[in-house]
Nanobody
């Protein structure tokens, strides 16, 4: 059973930076897609960024140019570097994993494994 453990959230002033981390407890050689999603109170879940095992990335329009998704295969860890944060970035951030290429789907509903969420608050 895969577990994802997210960390790195917190409170920051607008214009600041944060880096989120998500460690996967198991490793597989199968193709995979990992991503970050966020949900603000009263709003639908939003896709932030995804990355495939080939390193290809896709970003949501609202974070392009400000956020960077990356992974460290040696540490089984996914990262989200968030720069130039805005108050509208305030949300609970979740990491997710599914064993198939990102080209199949980037919808949150199609990810099987989820982290517990980490809160990001920008004021």
């Amino acid at each position: 059973q895969v577990q994802l453990v997210g960390s790195g959230g917190g409170a920051v002033m607008a214009g600041g930076s944060l880096r989120l981390s998500c460690e996967a407890t198991t490793y597989s050689h199968r193709p995979y897609c990992m991503g970050w999603f966020r949900q603000a109170p009263g709003k639908d879940r939003e896709g932030v960024a995804v990355i495939g095992n080939d390193g290809s990335t896709t970003y949501g329009d609202s974070v392009k140019g400000r956020f960077t998704i990356s992974k460290d295969n040696d540490k089984n860890t996914l990262y989200l570097q968030m720069n130039t944060l805005k108050p509208e970035d305030t949300a609970m951030y979740y990491c997710a994993l599914d064993y198939r290429p990102c080209a199949v789907s980037t919808r949150g509903a199609d990810f099987r494994y989820w982290g517990q969420g980490t809160q990001v608050t920008v004021s």
